[in-house]
């Protein structure tokens, strides 16, 4: 059972770009989680979704940051009009749909993004 | 609202000394808690949870409910522990919540 998978490890963006950062749960896993650790800092919650469907998104900047886990495929967590202050390592955990007490998520690699 | 408090961003033991990493939440119903641990540039991995009353690598954690603390404790402090520790809050609905981390550092 493959872990959770996140590409691209290493992302380089131009102020003004656009970052897609992907992530694939773990088989079986329907939640998935982004987190976000800043230089020296710890870790942020960003966002929590479901397939189709933002279940808490209360981490995530007001503007320019977006996520989405559709039914197929990866979740994506997209970054738009880079600044040098999205420089970060962002994590995507996953855990299973069921919510029985011991489950826990399981963290993929995380994708640093780093603006120049 | 602030739900898992970790009031050490740093941490600094020598080898061979206890270490006690902090953690209190708030929460009202019954908490699952547990720690994770990062290793330098590593992903986060699952260190104990608190149902499970074990102990890993010499670390354990005691659920205290009185002072809703669930503090993290290794009588010898290896140089391998330095890492970065979260402690995290599970709330119904698979919510999870992390503390901002208590970096630890064990001096040789």
């Known amino acids: 059972n493959a872990g959770v998978m996140q590409n691209p490890r290493h992302l380089v963006r131009r102020r003004g770009q656009e970052a897609r950062l992907r992530c694939s749960p773990m088989?079986?896993?329907?939640?998935v989680y982004w987190y976000r650790q800043l230089p020296e800092e710890g870790l942020k919650f960003m966002v929590y979704?479901?397939?189709?469907?933002?279940?808490?998104e209360s981490g995530m900047p007001k503007e320019r940051f977006s996520a989405e886990f559709p039914k197929e495929g990866p979740s994506i967590l997209r970054i738009q009009q880079v600044v040098r202050g999205d420089s970060a390592a962002y994590f995507c955990?996953?855990?299973?749909?069921?919510?029985?007490?011991?489950?826990?998520?399981?963290f993929g690699e995380g994708s640093w993004l780093t603006v120049v | 609202a602030q739900r898992v408090t970790q009031p050490e961003k740093l941490l600094s033991v020598f080898k061979g000394a206890p270490v006690e990493l902090k953690c209190n939440y708030s929460?009202?119903?019954?908490?699952?808690l547990f720690w994770y641990v990062q290793y330098s540039r590593q992903r986060l991995q699952l260190l104990l949870r608190h149902i499970s009353r074990e102990s890993i690598k010499g670390f354990t954690a005691d659920l205290n409910k009185g002072e809703t603390s669930f503090h993290l404790k290794k009588p010898f402090a290896q140089e391998e522990d330095s890492a970065m520790y979260y402690c995290?809050?599970?709330?119904?609905?698979?919510?999870?919540?992390f503390g901002t981390g208590t970096s630890l550092t064990v001096i040789p």
């Open positions: 979704l479901q397939k189709e469907n933002i279940i808490d």
């Open positions: 955990a996953s855990s299973p749909l069921s919510g029985h007490s011991g489950n826990t998520i399981y």
């Open positions: 929460y009202s119903g019954s908490p699952e």
């Open positions: 995290a809050l599970k709330r119904p609905g698979n919510q999870f919540y």
């Open positions: 088989k079986g896993h329907s939640h």
